[in-house]
C-alpha cells in the first residue's frame, strides 16, 4: 500500500530541477525528520517535516516525524504527472509553495551599518548561549578566534582537538578574506570536514562565512567560489550540497528572519530570530553562526 503526502513547499532550486525532466534520484540517508535523495549529477533533495521548514535543499511535507520510517537507501524517486514517488511514497507536488531561498542581498547589503550596530548584541546573547561542542565559543570571547579565558564548561577534550584544528584554518581565512586565493583555498580546505556528523562543525561555520560574504564581502561570488571549490570535495554529500546552496546564497528560514531582524528588526526580534537559528541541530546552528561572526569580525578593525 503506498503512503500520500502533500509538498506544502518547495525550495526553488529543488523544484526547477524536479521538473527538469525526466527527474531521477535515489535515497541517499533516511532520519526521523527527513529523507535525503541524491540526482545521478549529484544534486541532493531533502524531504522534510514540517518541524525542519524551509531550506535550500528542502520539500516539506504534511507528514508526521516518523514518516519516511519505511524507506531504505538507495530506493528509486522518479517524477510522475504531478507527483514525486520515492518507493511506496508518493508527493503531491501540485499545491505546493515555491520558497526562494536567497534572500534579497542588494537589499541587505545597503543596511551594512545596521549590521554592525547589530553585531555587540547578536555577540553577546550567543556568548550566554554557547551549547557544549559548538565552535561558538572561539569567535565570541575574542574577535581574532582565540580560545583564551573560555566560559567555564564550554571547552571539554573533544572540542579542544576540534579548536586547535579550527584556529589554524582561520588564520589562513582570516588572510584570505582580504583578497589572498591561495590562503581561502588553505583555510577552507582545513576547516572542512571538521567534527562529526552529516553537516560537521567546520562545514557550518564556512557556510556562515558565506553568509556574511554575502552582506559584506566587496566581491562575494568570488570570495564564495574559490572557499566552496576546496571545502566541497573534503566533506560529506549532504554537507557539500549545503555549502554549495549557501556559496550561491542561500540559506534555511531562519536565517532569512535573523538577516531581516539584523537589518531593520528590534532587538526583540534579533533575539528571537537567534534562538531560532541556534535551535537547529545539536551545534550546526551554533556552528554556522560562529562563521557569521567570526567573518564579520574580518571586515572590521
Known sequence: MSVCFVARSVSRPVWERVWDEPFTARVLAVFDRACNLITPDSHVAALVAPQIGDGPLNVVLDTKPDGFVSLEAGTLACLQEDRLRVGRLQVLLEEAEVWEPCPDWNSLRARLDAFTDRLPLLKSFSARNVPLGSLLPLVCEQAGGQADHLPAGALDSASAVLFSAAQGAMKALRVGWMGDAALIQTGAAQMAGLGSGL???????????????????????????????????????????????????????????????????????????????????????????????????????
Open 199 to 301: 553537516t560537521p562543525a567546520g562545514d557550518d561555520f564556512l557556510s556562515g562565512a558565506m553568509l556574511w560574504a554575502w552582506v559584506a564581502h566587496l566581491s562575494p561570488q568570488w570570495y564564495c567560489r574559490i572557499l566552496v571549490e576546496a571545502a566541497a570535495p573534503r566533506t560529506t554529500t549532504l554537507s557539500a550540497a549545503l555549502l554549495r546552496a549557501a556559496a550561491r546564497g542561500e540559506c534555511r528560514a531562519a536565517w532569512h528572519t535573523l538577516l531581516a531582524a539584523l537589518s531593520r528588526g528590534t532587538d526583540t526580534e534579533v533575539v528571537a530570530a537567534v534562538r531560532k537559528v541556534l535551535s537547529y541541530g545539536a551545534t550546526s546552528g551554533a556552528d554556522a553562526l560562529a562563521g557569521f561572526l567570526w567573518a564579520a569580525s574580518c571586515t572590521r578593525p
